[in-house]
């Protein structure tokens, strides 16, 4: 009794590539949407940082953590900036590429 083996080459290698698209990106609520398109709006039309504290201020519009805001206008300006950084961190993350890697190329001889 005879029996017939078959083997066959196979090339095999590893890919290696990697991705930012799967991290996590907190959205803002839509009170702070809210609150930062205002100051946006507000600045952009040409009040000074003091001046939007003072309106969020008389009109009871109180920070993201409930308080009032900051008389000198820092806190207004700390919102413009951070969602500034936060934009901008997130562009250069998304987009961001990289190289696909391969690499242990190997012949392997399988059974059929």
């Given at each position: 009794?005879?029996?017939?083996?078959?083997?066959?080459?196979?090339?095999?290698?590893?890919?290696?590539?990697?991705?930012?698209?799967?991290?996590?990106?907190?959205?803002?609520?839509?009170?702070?949407?809210?609150?930062?398109?205002?100051?946006?709006?507000?600045?952009?039309?040409?009040?000074?940082?003091?001046?939007?504290?003072?309106?969020?201020?008389?009109?009871?519009?109180?920070?993201?953590?409930?308080?009032?805001?900051?008389e000198?206008?820092?806190s207004?300006?700390?919102?413009?900036?951070?969602?500034?950084?936060?934009?901008?961190?997130?562009?250069?993350?998304?987009?961001?590429?990289?190289?696909?890697?391969?690499?242990?190329?190997?012949?392997?001889?399988?059974?059929?």
């Amino acid at each position: 009794m005879s029996v017939s083996c078959y083997v066959s080459p196979h090339l095999t290698f590893n890919i290696t590539t990697q991705s930012n698209n799967l991290t996590y990106l907190c959205e803002y609520s839509e009170r702070q949407e809210y609150i930062y398109n205002l100051i946006k709006e507000l600045h952009d039309s040409g009040l000074s940082y003091r001046k939007i504290t003072k309106y969020l201020n008389d009109r009871e519009i109180l920070t993201h953590r409930g308080k009032k805001w900051g008389e000198t206008g820092n806190s207004v300006h700390s919102v413009l900036k951070r969602k500034h950084q936060r934009d901008s961190r997130i562009h250069k993350l998304r987009n961001k590429e990289y190289k696909t890697r391969y690499s242990n190329f190997q012949i392997e001889y399988l059974r059929n």
